[in-house]
T-cell receptor, first 112, second 113 residues
């Protein structure tokens, strides 16, 4: 399967600081999705990236897909306490079921 | 906005007992999934279901597990003889088409005693 590595595993920032999480694969990905999971909650879809070099923005969140489609990143500018949670990258598995292959996630803690 | 609904929210069961976790996917979705998440760990794929049959399953999904879509709305996961290590949060998800976002339910927390 298409295994992905996410770094860092944990990140603790002061409110207002920036935050970046990275997702790396040894194989070329067809696409990648990003999900956010609040403590005690379920994964919530954030974005899907499909094209090589694609960059998408959602307010303070910037998502990138590498030129080789082997890595992706999520950058949050000026974090807020509402950004707390675990961010997962998840490419589609290349199989008939199109299931998601979640990374281990990056847990973000933001303190005021 | 349509949601994936899961019941029960919490299930406590004795080891060796059978459990059935229930899900109602979004009505016009065609692909259905079960995932599990052991406390503090990542979300793991169990099984995908399309066109009334299993399309893919992971190594976790052994003979103790089965899925069913008994009618046009429900999608169930059965664990025949539960083990302690089956304790986890089980998420159901659905999507309209391949390569579209998956929508997750709130999950069922399964506790095996």
């Amino acid at each position: 399967g298409q295994q992905v590595m996410q770094i860092p595993q944990y990140q603790h920032v002061q409110e207002g600081e920036d935050f970046t999480t990275y997702c790396n694969s040894s194989t070329t990905l067809s696409n990648i999705q990003w999900y956010k999971q609040r403590p005690g909650g379920h994964p919530v879809f954030l974005i899907q990236l499909v094209k090589s070099g694609e960059v998408k923005k959602q307010k303070r969140l910037t998502f990138q897909f590498g030129e080789a489609k082997k890595n992706s990143s999520l950058h949050i500018t000026a974090t807020q306490t509402t950004d707390v949670g675990t961010y997962f990258c998840a490419p589609d598995l290349t199989n008939s079921g199109y299931a998601l292959n979640f990374g281990k996630g990056t847990s973000l803690l933001v303190t005021p | 906005e349509p949601e994936v609904t899961q019941t029960p929210s919490h299930q406590v069961t004795q080891m060796g007992q059978e459990v059935i976790l229930r899900c109602v996917p979004i009505s016009n979705h065609l692909y259905f999934y079960w995932y599990r998440q052991i406390l503090g760990q990542k979300v793991e794929f169990l099984v995908s279901f399309y066109n009334n049959e299993i399309s893919e399953k992971s190594e976790i999904f052994d003979d103790q597990f089965s899925v069913e879509r008994p009618d046009g709305s429900n999608f169930t996961l059965k664990i025949r003889s539960t083990k302690l290590e089956d304790s986890a949060m089980y998420f159901c998800a659905s999507r309209r088409q391949a390569y579209q976002p998956q929508h997750f339910g709130d999950g069922t927390r399964l506790s095996i005693l």
